[in-house]
């Protein structure tokens, strides 16, 4: 499933009043059957400390929000999602170029971003098994291409966020943002049939930078239960819509006649079948510590405003997580569990995994992450689990630091 080798490097250099701050890693991957080595820079930066603020110039990881198992407000940092799950939290997480300004009033604190170059999270290649959309056995040829990288003016975005630290028993983070969605939506080229070409089609990669709005808030009561929310409203996000109904689309997966009828009903257009519509995204959870085991239950629901039918993916799409963590062996051994369903598609994800800290600085780990679900439409709007089922696998890890 996957095998690599990774070796990370961190440097830091302090002054009198700052840092300079540097990670990479260099991953050999030993099973593509050839060598394959790459150097990722995750972090470079530098930090400069004032009296009462922080600045920081470079690449930078940025997070933000409380999910667990889920993406709502923490949009600002890349991740390399081209091996999926086989990766660790740690190393999936990439660093965005920006410049990071924040003012501290007391506990509370105001953060400016400011982003010249967007920077998109790395998706799987189409012959890659954890390619994201589920493969159609369609007689008309069809492929994926990345983002265009004609960067203007247009593409720079800003955010900013106010943190409120209470002395009592809640945290509250406002948010506004003009940046881009990283869940990408895939314009469609159409090259219809004509006497010196056969018909094809190809899938676009498409962001769009947009007004964006969100908080999240956390609440302790009873002194060992945490209410969770935290919402984000995306102005204009891009959605993809076809003309045809799904079952024609399902009925042209059969032969190349009707396929190529099919196609004829698609026209070669500018807006690639992309709309932009309202979209939020919102998620409620609890988290609480019993009998020495800390347990996060969240649930999640996304929706489009002004919806149509024509749109691919679903007016509401909801999930929940569960994520439970318990220490061991006088906190040597570490067990955590995190599962999500997804409730219209019936699919679902469960991990589990055990670290064993053998000695300072040597851990090693083993767990297994499995997929399931009911079979479902390839064109199905939304990503599902149920098409890794092939893919689960048992996984370990030993890590020495020095």
Same mark, same amino acid.
């Given at each position: 499933m996957a095998g690599r080798n990774r070796l990370r490097f961190q440097f830091n250099q302090n002054f009198t009043s700052g840092n300079i701050i540097g990670e990479a890693d260099l991953v050999h991957n030993y099973?593509?059957?050839?060598? =394959?080595?790459?150097?990722?820079?995750?972090?470079?930066?530098?930090?400069?400390?004032? $009296?009462?603020?922080?600045?920081?110039i470079g690449r930078q990881l940025i997070n933000w929000g409380r999910? !667990? @198992?889920?993406?709502?407000? $923490?949009?600002?940092?890349?991740?390399?999602?081209?091996?999926?799950? !086989?990766?660790?939290?740690e190393d999936f997480r990439l660093g965005v170029t920006a410049i990071d300004f924040r003012?501290? +009033?007391?506990?509370?604190?105001?953060?400016?971003?400011?982003?010249? &170059?967007?920077?998109? =999270?790395?998706?799987?290649? #189409?012959?890659?098994? %954890?390619?994201?959309?589920?493969?159609?056995?369609s007689p008309v040829p069809y492929s994926v291409i990345g983002p265009e990288r004609d +960067?203007?003016?247009?593409?720079v975005q800003a955010a900013t966020r106010f943190s409120w630290r209470s002395r009592s028993?809640?945290?509250?983070?406002?948010?506004?943002?003009? %940046?881009?969605?990283? &869940?990408?939506?895939f314009a469609l080229e159409i090259t219809p049939l004509n006497f010196q070409t056969l018909p094809s089609v190809a899938l676009r990669e498409s962001y769009r930078n947009s007004p964006i709005g969100g908080f999240s808030f956390e609440y302790l009561f009873d002194g060992n239960w945490k209410f969770q929310t935290e919402s984000l409203f995306v102005y204009e996000r891009l959605f993809t819509f076809l003309p045809v109904s799904v079952n024609r689309l399902e009925d042209a997966l059969e032969d190349l006649p009707t396929a190529i009828q099919v196609l004829q009903? +698609?026209?070669?257009?500018?807006? @690639?079948?992309?709309?932009?519509?309202? %979209?939020?995204h919102s998620m409620i @959870?609890?988290?609480?510590? #019993?009998?020495? !085991?800390?347990?996060?239950? #969240?649930?999640?629901?996304?929706? &489009?405003?002004?919806?149509?039918?024509? &749109?691919?993916?679903q007016e509401y799409f909801p999930y929940a997580t569960l994520f439970a963590a318990r220490p061991f062996l006088r906190d040597r051994l570490q067990v955590t569990a995190l599962s999500r369903y997804n409730f219209y598609a019936k699919d679902f994800w469960f991990q589990l995994q055990g670290t064993y800290e053998i000695s300072d600085g040597f851990e090693a780990t083993v767990g297994t992450?499995?997929? @399931?679900?009911?079979?479902? !439409?390839? +064109?199905?709007g939304h990503f599902t689990f149920n098409q890794f089922r092939e893919n689960s696998f048992i996984f370990s890890r030993i890590a020495v630091y020095f």
């Open positions: 099973l593509s059957g050839e060598l =394959d080595t790459e150097l990722l820079v995750r972090e470079i930066y530098f930090e400069k400390y004032y $009296d009462n603020s922080d600045l920081r999910t !667990t @198992g889920g993406f709502v407000t $923490d949009i600002i940092s890349p991740t390399d999602l081209r091996e999926f799950l !086989t990766l660790s939290p003012r501290y +009033f007391s506990a509370n604190s105001l953060q400016f971003i400011f982003s010249p &170059i967007p920077e998109y =999270d790395r998706i799987p290649d #189409q012959e890659s098994r %954890w390619f994201p959309l589920q493969p159609a056995p +960067f203007t003016i247009t593409y028993s809640f945290d509250l983070d406002a948010m506004l943002l003009y %940046w881009h969605h990283p &869940i990408p939506a009903e +698609f026209e070669v257009r500018d807006d @690639g079948y992309l709309l932009k519509k309202p %979209w939020l @959870g609890v988290e609480t510590d #019993q009998l020495g !085991t800390n347990f996060s239950l #969240q649930f999640y629901l996304e929706k &489009i405003f002004n919806y149509e039918e024509r &749109i691919l993916p992450n499995l997929f @399931g679900g009911e079979a479902i !439409t390839p +064109f199905y």
